[in-house]
């Protein structure tokens, strides 16, 4: 295993340590958005949208390309392709019933309570 820094593990888990950024990653899934369609598709305010994203690319999780009309947002897929196969491999191995585990109006509650908590992380 390589040599790590446990102030990169605590900012690059703590960016992924909420359930609105993990909406957005997963609304980001098939392709670029702008911070109006995110909202509308998580039902959230596109001021708490955009605080998570401006988080997510900090942490370089997320890239944003902006045009003459419009702020596009997109996955960084180098990293964010490679945890996501990652954790298909742990969820079918160790947790295969996860799915099962949770309700969706209870995630969805959950989520809107984790949004609208404040959340600082400080980066060195």
Do not use: W
Not at 66 to 74: C, G, I, R, V
Not at 107 to 116: F, G, I, N, R, V
């Amino acid at each position: 295993m390589e040599a790590f820094s446990n102030e990169a593990y605590y900012l690059f888990f703590s960016a992924l340590a909420n359930r609105t950024r993990l909406a957005i990653i997963d609304v980001l899934k098939e392709d670029a958005k702008t911070v109006c369609e995110i909202s509308k598709a998580l039902k959230q305010e596109q001021e708490v949208v955009r605080k998570n994203l401006d988080l997510l690319e900090q942490c370089i999780l997320v890239r944003s390309e902006s045009s003459e009309k419009e702020k596009l947002y997109a996955l960084n897929k180098e990293v964010l392709g490679a945890l996501s196969e990652i954790l298909a491999f742990h969820t079918s191995k160790y947790c295969p019933g996860l799915k099962d585990c949770i309700p969706e109006e209870k995630l969805k509650e959950y989520m809107k309570q984790e949004a609208a908590k404040k959340m600082y992380i400080e980066h060195g």
